[in-house]
C-alpha cells in the first residue's frame, strides 16, 4: 500500500493509505499478462497458418484424372522420380517397408505387411524393418511399375492411399514377402518379435 504524505491533514500522527495504487498496479499486472497471452495465441495461430500454406496439398489439387484413374503408370527412365529415404521433406521418398511418398501422395502398399522402425518392440524388429525400407527403395528405383488401387476401400484411416505396386505383372510387395522382407496381409498386424 502506497502511504501518502500530504493528504490535507493538519495531525503528524495521522498516516493515511491509498488503495487506488494497488489496485491500479494490480490491474496494470492482469492487463500485461492478458496481452503477453493474446501475443502468444497470435503467434501459434500464425505460425500454423504459415505451416497450413506451405504444407504439400496433394488432395486440393485435381482429382479428375490422376486420383480416378484405374492405374498410374510411372514412366521408366531419366522422367522416373528418385526414391530415397525420407527426411523432413516428404514428397517422393520411401518411410519404410510398406510405405512411400509419391510426388506429395502417400501410400500404403495395401498386400504387405512389414516390421515397424518407427516404434519397434525389439531390436530384431528394427533391423528386419531397416532391410525391407532399403529393398522397398531399390524396387522402386529399379524401373517403372503400377500403382494400382486395391477392393473398395481408397484410404486407410491415416490418410494413406491403399495400393498394389506392380511391375511386369508381378506385385512388389509379392516379392518383399518372397524375400522374407514382409508378410502378406491378413486384416491385422501380427507381432515381429
Known sequence: ?????????????VVRFDFRDKLRKQHDTRR?????LGLAAFSIVFAGGMLALNWP????TSTASSELAPKLLLVGGSASPRFELCGVTRRTCVVDGDTFWLEGQKIRIADIDTPEISEPKCDSEYQLGMKATYRLRDLLNESAFEVRP???RDE??????LRVIVRHGQSLGDQLVSEGLARTWTGRREPWC
Open 32 to 36: 500485461r499478462k492478458e496481452w503477453m
Open 1 to 13: 500500500m502506497a502511504r501518502k504524505e500530504d493528504r490535507g491533514t493538519k495531525d503528524d500522527n
Open 156 to 161: 486407410d484411416r491415416f490418410g494413406r492411399k
Open 150 to 152: 486395391i477392393g473398395s
Open 57 to 60: 496439398m496433394s488432395g486440393l
